[in-house]
């Protein structure tokens, strides 16, 4: 197993521009999520999905979109980028089954600059 | 959802044991305390999880209180390897179908 695979690792973007973060679990997990992590801060929950087909918005959707049309797939899609949009992306996922004692994996991130 | 709260930092002497507080005042019955770090430039890793018993792994010791509404991160000797930032969350698919919540953690910083 791979475990979460997150691309690209590094970008700078201009401000306005879109782009997308890939994330791609083959562990066959349900729940995935992106995080964003500022410098010297905690992770904050931008959109989580419970499945193919559904996703929600965490504690800071502005600005961004997902889509979970697989299993293994939840790309994060930045529309019009904006200085405030630079931070570290985390992409994660954990089981589906009602056991809470199951562990969230995480990517190793993504570097976003946008100047 | 049930939120968690963490001192903002601690230190410790290399090769000390370490205590992490957690409270989580607000916690469900059937919800589970999961503890994970984050090394520099890293994304976070597990490190332990309980639900009402102590629980010991290669990694550290969680101690939970009997009224759950607290919980301690127990490193026994701490290396400098250890110095990173400390999440306590509190996991429950049944309520939030989810929605995982991280704290800003604890930083642990470890002399030598």
């Known amino acids: 197993n791979a475990g979460v695979t997150q691309t690209p690792k590094f970008r700078i973007l201009k401000i306005g521009q879109s782009m997308t973060l890939q994330c791609t679990q083959d562990?066959?997990?349900?729940?995935m999520y992106w995080y964003r992590q500022d410098p010297g801060m905690g992770l904050k929950l931008i959109y989580y999905?419970?499945?193919?087909?559904?996703?929600d918005k965490g504690e800071v959707p502005n600005g961004y979109n997902v889509s979970r049309s697989t299993t293994e797939d939840f790309p994060l899609r930045l529309e019009l980028a904006a200085p405030s949009q630079t931070s570290v992306y985390f992409c994660?996922?954990?089981?589906?089954?009602?056991?809470?004692?199951?562990?969230?994996?995480f990517g190793e991130g993504s570097w976003l600059t946008v100047v | 959802d049930a939120k968690t709260t963490q001192p903002n930092s601690m230190e410790s002497n290399e090769e000390e044991p370490v205590h992490l507080p957690c409270n989580h005042s607000?916690?469900?019955?059937?919800?589970?305390i999961h503890w994970y770090r984050q090394l520099p430039s890293q994304g976070p890793e597990y490190v332990i999880h309980?639900?009402?018993s102590n629980v010991n792994n290669r990694m550290a010791s969680l101690a939970i209180a009997e009224d759950r509404k607290s919980s301690t991160l127990i490193l026994h000797r701490a290396t400098l390897r250890d110095a990173a930032v400390y999440y306590c969350i509190l996991m429950n698919y049944g309520g939030s179908q989810g929605n995982l919540i991280f704290g800003k953690g604890t930083k642990l910083s470890v002399k030598p």
């Open positions: 994660a996922s954990l089981p589906g089954e009602f056991y809470s004692g199951n562990t969230i994996y």
């Open positions: 562990m066959n997990h349900n729940y």
């Open positions: 999905s419970v499945g193919a087909g559904i996703t």
């Open positions: 309980g639900l009402t």
């Open positions: 607000t916690i469900s019955g059937t919800d589970y």
